[in-house]
């Protein structure tokens, strides 16, 4: 009986040391933010927000990540963004690594962010943005908002409201991608 019980609670604790190693709940790990600060965007000051998924880590919002970018303010709270949400995931799976979608989550709450992208997959790079400081530095009046800057760090594309295919596959053409969603 000793043995047994030895082995039960020898059990318990290794299930409950691994499921510490993923931390709670774990976030998806395609929400790693991107590194380095790049060349900053035409005419934007340097903007640094933490990670969402990684609130240690900081990313220059500001500043190019090696290619074209997707930039969109949304919340958990906001409809339109709730509705937007899946079609950008389509947009980012595919056209994979050639443009970087970058998610900012805006005067939310963290915890429900990450729970919002997890319960419907989203797997691009998100920053945490509690103070509205993207939305000041691109002059948005709210959420969802788009921009789209190329490769040399130019806006070349702006949105303010809900994205529906046709508008996003157009603002994917000023890239230069020939997107069908």
């Known amino acids: 009986m000793v043995i047994w019980i030895t082995r039960l609670l020898g059990v318990c604790v290794i299930t409950v040391l691994l499921a510490g190693c993923g931390g709670s ?3 998806n790990a395609s929400l790693a933010c991107p590194t380095g600060s790049g060349r900053p965007l035409e005419g934007l000051a340097h903007l640094g927000l933490p ?4 609130p240690a880590r ?3 919002v500001t500043a190019m990540h090696g290619r ?3 930039i969109n303010l949304w ?3 906001c409809g339109p963004c709730r509705r937007e949400l899946p ?3 389509q947009a980012h799976r595919t056209v994979g690594d050639r443009v970087l979608f970058l998610g900012v989550d805006v005067r939310d709450s963290r915890s429900r962010a990450l729970a919002f992208l997890g319960d419907h997959g989203v797997s691009y790079p998100q920053v945490y943005d509690e103070a509205g400081a993207v939305a000041r530095a691109f002059r948005f009046a709210g959420v969802p908002d788009t921009v789209v800057v190329d490769a040399r760090g130019h806006v070349v594309y702006r949105h303010a409201g809900e994205l529906d295919r046709a508008t996003l596959e157009a603002a994917l053409a000023k890239l230069g991608l020939d997107v069908r969603l």
Do not use: D, I
């Open 51 to 54: 990670c969402l998924a990684r």
């Open 68 to 70: 074209p970018e997707v």
């Open 87 to 89: 079609l950008l995931e």
């Open 25 to 27: 709940p774990a976030p």
């Open 58 to 60: 900081t990313v220059t």
């Open 75 to 77: 919340a958990s709270w």
